[in-house]
């Protein structure tokens, strides 16, 4: 019997699937439109283009999901209506955000408004009761005080609770008995305890996660319930169901639905990792993935083939402490729309046409252009190339709305105009990738850029040029990219707990204790999800400070258990990690141990992609020649059309081109250059970066 495994990511324009086939390595792809009330409609719409192949479903061994759900409800404001309950006195921390400052974008917006709070002032009760900063008592919880608390957010129609107590990282005692009592009082509410979702220390960050957990909880929770059934329904029965993470890897459907904050960012990631195997089967180890779909696109730094990670995650104002990918993302995608500003000049975002009613072009009722439409006009975009020939796009559509819209009202031509929708759109985008190097102080000439989503191997090579990266790679499923990460990674759970103390204080045997918890979570965990303990590689690790610092670094320990005679290596290990990291250490100076870290993976059936058949002629894969607007001249330039499926590895040929293929367009400009290599990745010579 045949075993597939198949990965499917939901985006907000389409949702695309890739399916693999374990003994053959045998590969089917799939691309529908999104339905955004119903994003699970659009991931069984997908398995139903599969079955359609012939693969039956009792023949998925796994499953892989990346979803949007959490995302999305916080982009748009559709979360849960949200109570928070905090210790007396502190009602400020969530008001004032950590002190954080408006970007700089935002000082110059006359429009600017902060973002709002997901659980309001009037929705905030202060509970009097007290920890110390080691867990002791220092008064009594008044559970009195919770009981009226839960009596006045219900009479408000609260949906979900968060509660955040001070220290509670150190002693959760309080936290759980105010659970009891909020269960007591109403058994229809979901509870998000903060010593659950993020047991470390800081309070703003703790407290912003868990109300983010408590806002979208019940929202992913409906979702994941409602595509457990319908999967069953159509007779997927595999108990491998999982979905992706924000740090890169995969969990059990059931447990996405108690730790939804985990998934922020769970369609971004699969891009990230996808980037990180492209790292390893080229040997270009430092990547920037430019991941352009539908409605935005996400960028990520691949240093040393890994992903950079971060604790300090941000989506629509709103803070994450959880461990994930990091990933800058802004609203420009292909179904970006483009307007005329209230200073009467031309503007393209953030604001997207999405799946429904879409470009222009898709003849679903959309009337204003968009990024995809002014590609259409301008020839990067074939009418009858979308979803191998399924869709058709309508240029008459496209043009009539950036004449409407766009070049009427500012006495322009519509390849003028289209011209523009183009370059700022690309502006924007290179901004970020500028930002995303300088953030790190890094030379973009050293990187190759990896393109992929629907749109991004469209503009690619002018970001390229632009930021002088000399290399762009366009994987063989650009367009489904992100959902062939989802089956690149493995089974991978990070668990945290503060406990701060002095290094040369805090005894072997405490950080021991501390170990031994965290890995009981670890085993309940690999339990539920039907896996066994000795499947399972930990790495574990502590997060140190210098004294009066406030930042720490990890630093890995010993698998073992811990002595005294560990503790010189840690702070060795610290003091080198410090020094290559800020130029700087003090290893006279005592370390701090502010939270101890677990990584838990295990490792599930992997997808790598086959090498694909040699060439040499690409002439054979031409397939037309078409105008194509040059930015650079702004003028028509002809251009060799190419059907990708047609490609092998070796082929060679120059701009100006455009490859086209089921998922995606890739456009390469005039004086580049683009190869095949042996995985049927196109590599595009730029000539910049010399």
């Known amino acids: 019997m045949t075993s597939w495994m198949v990965g499917i990511d939901t985006g907000g324009t389409f949702t695309d699937l890739i399916a693999f086939e374990v003994d053959t390595g045998e590969l089917r792809v799939a691309k529908v439109s999104s339905e955004q009330d119903d994003p699970s409609g659009a991931v069984i719409a997908a398995l139903e283009d599969l079955f359609a192949t012939g693969v039956a479903p009792g023949e998925i061994s796994s499953l892989v999901h990346g979803t949007t759900v959490a995302t999305n409800a916080i982009l748009e404001g559709k979360g849960v209506k949200t109570g928070l309950l905090i210790t007396d006195g502190f009602r400020a921390v969530y008001e004032a955000r950590g002190w954080a400052q408006p970007e700089a974008t935002d000082l110059i917006d006359p429009f600017y408004r902060k973002p709002p709070l997901l659980a309001p002032q009037s929705l905030t009760h202060g509970i009097p009761g007290r920890m110390d900063y080691q867990g002791n008592e220092l008064a009594p919880l008044d559970e009195d005080a919770v009981r009226s608390a839960a009596r006045s957010l219900k009479e408000e129609g609260v949906d979900s609770v968060a509660v955040c107590y001070l220290f509670s990282f150190q002693n959760s005692a309080h936290e759980r008995r105010t659970a009891d009592i909020l269960a007591e009082e109403s058994g229809d509410w979901r509870v998000s305890l903060s010593s659950v979702v993020l047991p470390t220390i800081r309070e703003y960050p703790r407290q912003s996660t868990t109300v983010i957990d408590a806002y979208v909880g019940p929202n992913m929770q409906r979702y994941l319930e409602r595509l457990s059934d319908r999967l069953k329904e159509f007779g997927v029965e595999t108990p491998q169901v999982f979905l992706m993470q924000s740090n890169g890897g995969l969990m059990r459907i059931t447990l996405g639905a108690r730790f939804p904050n985990q998934t922020l960012l769970s369609g971004p990631a699969g891009g990230v990792v996808a980037g990180e195997e492209l790292a390893r089967i080229t ?23 890994r992903a950079d990670e971060t604790n300090e995650g941000r989506i629509a104002g709103q803070d994450i402490g959880t461990p994930m ?29 999405g799946a429904s009613p879409g470009p222009a072009c898709y003849g679903r009722g959309g009337e204003r252009p968009t990024v995809t439409d002014a590609n259409l006009v301008l020839g990067a975009l074939a009418a009858d190339n979308v979803l191998g020939g399924k869709m058709t796009l309508d ?29 700022i759109v690309n502006t924007n985008m290179a901004v970020d990738l500028r930002l995303a190097f300088q953030s790190r102080g890094e030379d973009p000439r050293k990187y190759m850029l990896a393109a992929f989503g629907g749109a991004g191997p469209l503009h690619s090579a002018l970001l390229a040029r632009d930021l002088n990266i000399p290399k762009v790679i366009v994987p063989l499923y ?35 204790e501390i170990f031994a918890g965290l890995e009981a979570r670890v085993e309940d965990d690999v339990r539920e999800e039907g896996f066994s303990p000795d499947q399972v590689a930990i790495l574990r690790q502590v997060d140190m400070r210098y004294q009066h610092q406030g930042y720490q670094l990890p630093v890995n320990c010993p698998a073992t258990q811990l002595t ?29 141990v502010v939270t101890f870290r677990l990584i838990a993976e295990i490792s599930v059936p992997r997808l790598e992609l086959p090498e694909i058949g ?54 390469v400009l005039a004086g580049m250059s683009c190869a095949v290599d042996l995985w049927g990745n196109l590599i595009i010579e730029t000539g910049a970066g010399v």
């Open 478 to 512: 650009p367009g489904i990219n992100s959902a062939m990460g989802l089956l690149q990674t493995s089974v991978r759970h990070v668990y945290l707990q503060s406990a701060v103390a002095g290094l040369s204080e805090v005894s072997a045997d405490r950080m021991n």
């Open 614 to 667: 040699a060439g040499g002629d690409p002439a054979t894969a031409q397939i037309a020649i078409r105008p194509l607007f040059d930015l650079n001249s702004a003028s028509f330039l002809d251009a060799a059309i190419y059907d990708r499926a047609k490609l092998c590895a070796g082929d060679k040929f120059d701009g100006p081109a455009v490859v086209q293929q089921f998922d995606s367009t890739t456009v």
């Open 395 to 423: 240029k008459s559509a496209s043009e009539a709305a950036i004449r409407e819209h766009v070049a009427d009202p500012l006495g322009l031509e519509v390849v003028e105009a289209a011209a523009g929708i183009l370059r």
């Open 325 to 353: 990918l990091q990933v800058r993302t802004l609203g420009a995608g292909g179904g970006t729309l483009a307007w005329i500003g209230p200073d009467g000049l031309l503007k393209v975002g953030p604001e997207s046409a």
């Open 564 to 592: 005294e005679e560990d503790k010189p290596g840690l702070k060795k290990a610290f003091d080198e990690t410090h020094q290559r990291v800020y130029g700087a250490s003090a290893q006279e100076e005592d370390a701090e």
């Open 283 to 305: 040997g270009q180890q430092d990547i920037v993935t430019l991941d352009m779909g539908g409605t935005s696109t996400d960028i990520a730094m691949i240093s040393g083939g």
